[in-house]
């Protein structure tokens, strides 16, 4: 497996990385402590409080809920992290989109809301939450 294809990371010395590979087939619950790249299909969900990359054969059917998440692949469902959401040019959302952060490439495609969580430390932020919706159409005036 070639792994350049996937991504391009820096890791700290100290964590641990899994490593799922395109023919990997799962129904169920994902779980992972650190850092996990998967390439493989899943059908259900993907819950974690580490940092996730979806990579280009990824084929996700359900629910992602962990600290980070940089997608490659396709996701059909929600996507909730808790710090940084980046959909690069090769990925397709069909969902929704909860983040502190939230990188969208040009070329990505992404039909749903995303919503844009405020930072914890910041108090005068505190209960605005900016919500985008990607469908909404910006004129109602005929062209003629």
Do not use: W
């Amino acid at each position: 497996m070639n792994l350049n294809n996937l991504t391009s990371f820096a890791a700290e010395p100290s964590s641990t990385k899994n490593i799922l590979a395109g023919d990997v087939e799962i129904t169920g619950t994902l779980k992972f402590d650190n850092e996990l790249i998967f390439d493989g299909k899943l059908d259900g969900e993907i819950v974690s409080e580490g940092v996730l990359t979806l990579g280009k054969n990824a084929n996700v059917k359900g629910e992602i809920k962990t600290k980070a998440v940089t997608v490659h692949g396709t996701v059909n469902g929600n996507i909730t992290v808790s710090e940084r959401c980046e959909l690069k040019a090769s990925s397709q959302l069909n969902g929704d989109l909860k983040a502190m952060r939230i990188v969208i490439e040009e070329g990505a495609t992404f039909i749903g809301k995303s919503e844009v969580t405020p930072s914890k430390s910041s108090s005068s932020s505190r209960g605005v939450t900016p919500v985008v919706e990607s469908s909404r159409s910006k004129s109602s005036e005929p062209v003629g």
